[in-house]
């Protein structure tokens, strides 16, 4: 193996260390040095020495305590020098510089005691400082990636199709405001917890989402943002096994992701549920998804939003065909959900499985009580589904015309292309 292929290995090997290590490691730097920002900077010089001394020195058998040993080196150098600093701009004896070298060693102490506990009280205070609501939902799910998924400013960028330079501002403005706004590195409490924690649960979702049905772009899908989103959410369901909507998510996340692999032909054409190939579903996630669900309802009989939703997800893993789907159950489950957080895109939902369970007619009755709903004015799936149903009514002019409209309005480039065919297939019928 020649050297450059060695040295590309070895940066292979760093890229995947630091996405499992590095929230880790900003966590516990975060919670001594009180000062995420710099608790960033100092993990990635960390992770700088690894890219120039690793390729020589060979990965060594413990990568992430190396990581996690050369970052705590590099916050006493930095707290070494602000002391050495203050010396300087006064008047310091004998007795202050004692004090100094006190402080050092206390320093030392407290990194060594954060070093050798169990992470998951930091990382847990870590997912809600980066999702505190003090900060704008970019900036959010920008900084999670960024701190928690490990990924780059660039990555983050090219997933959601936003110039690196907005990213970039994203991220240090809300380093900033979290600093600025003295938010403290802590876990909420009491009535806060449920708060903070749906802006967590929120964040997920959204990077979720947008992996599983990209908002624009070539690609109908981008699977990196549904394996981070996914990661993270086990995280979270191990830090706080008690909350049963994390759990209630995770099992949404694996449900959905299942079909990742039936959802796009060899081309990267889009292919709908009922089109799918559900052999091709991954098994193993249904049957973790099931499980995390089962965990929901047994810490709360009452369902949550997220619960709900994997509920529904999981009437459509079960069914080994769409014939066998339990479509007036997915509508029963649909109305709860309605009911618990009304929404026009839940209706809209509420309207297919409705046509499932009782016929088009009633579906496309819900459907035309949503047409003059002023936030759906641009989404372009209203208009999909009232085509579909009006197609399965026979009404192909119209059914064509709302397939064409629905087309205009997508932003996905594949989504587009799948709607305009459907439009074709309604005039050529």
């Known amino acids: 193996m020649s050297a450059e292929t060695e040295n590309a290995a070895t940066h292979r090997v760093v890229d995947a ?3 499992i290590e590095s929230a880790k490691i900003i966590a516990a730097l975060t919670r001594i040095v009180r000062d995420i920002g710099l608790a960033e900077e100092l993990a990635q010089d960390a992770l700088v020495a690894a890219l120039e001394q690793w390729p020589e020195s060979g990965v060594p058998d413990n990568p992430g305590a190396w990581l996690m040993a050369t970052a705590k080196h590099r916050a006493m150098d930095h707290f070494r020098r602000n002391k050495l600093l203050e010396r300087k701009h ?4 004998r007795e202050l510089e004692s004090q100094q070298e006190s402080a050092v060693a206390n320093f030392e102490a407290e990194f060594d005691a954060a070093n050798e506990q169990d992470f998951g009280d930091d990382l847990l205070r870590l997912v809600f400082i980066s999702c505190h609501p003090v900060l704008s939902t970019e900036a959010r799910v920008a900084l999670t990636l960024r701190l928690l998924g490990g990924l780059t400013t660039q990555e983050i960028a090219r997933a959601f199709l936003v110039p690196e330079p907005t990213i970039a501002q994203r991220i240090v403005r809300a380093k900033r405001t979290l600093a600025e706004a003295r938010v403290p590195f802590e876990v909420p409490r009491g009535p806060d917890l449920a708060a903070r924690l749906s802006s967590v649960l929120e964040v997920l979702y959204l990077i979720f989402n947008e992996g599983y049905s990209a908002t624009a772009g070539e690609d109908w899908m981008r699977p990196a943002l549904i394996e981070d989103a996914l990661r993270l959410g086990r995280i979270l369901s191990g830090l706080a096994p008690a909350e049963p909507e994390v759990h209630g998510l995770v099992a949404l ?7 990742t692999h039936a959802r796009t032909n060899s081309d990267g054409e889009p292919i709908l549920l ?4 559900r052999t091709r579903w991954d098994h193993a996630l249904i049957r973790h998804g099931l499980a995390e669900l089962q965990q929901a309802e047994r810490l709360n009989r009452v369902q949550g939003p997220y619960a709900l939703q994997a509920a529904i997800a999981a009437c459509h893993a079960r069914a080994n065909t769409p014939e066998l789907t339990d479509w007036p159950r997915v509508a029963a489950l649909y109305a709860r959900l309605s009911q618990l957080m009304p929404n026009p895109i839940i209706e809209l939902n509420r309207a297919v499985a409705v046509s499932m369970a009782f016929g088009p007619q009633a579906g496309l009755d819900i459907v035309d009580s949503l047409t003059s709903e002023p936030s759906l004015k641009s989404y372009h799936l209203l208009p999909a589904v009232r085509a579909d149903l009006l197609k399965k009514l026979g009404r192909l002019p119209e059914a064509r015309d709302e397939f064409a409209r629905a087309a205009s309005l997508a932003q996905n480039a594949r989504e587009r292309t799948l709607l ?8 050529s019928a």
């Open 17 to 19: 260390v630091w996405r």
């Open 420 to 427: 305009l065919s459907r439009a074709a297939s309604c005039a």
């Open 90 to 93: 006064g008047e310091i004896g």
């Open 253 to 259: 996340m694996e449900i959905q992701a299942s079909r």
């Open 274 to 277: 009922a089109d799918q190939d």
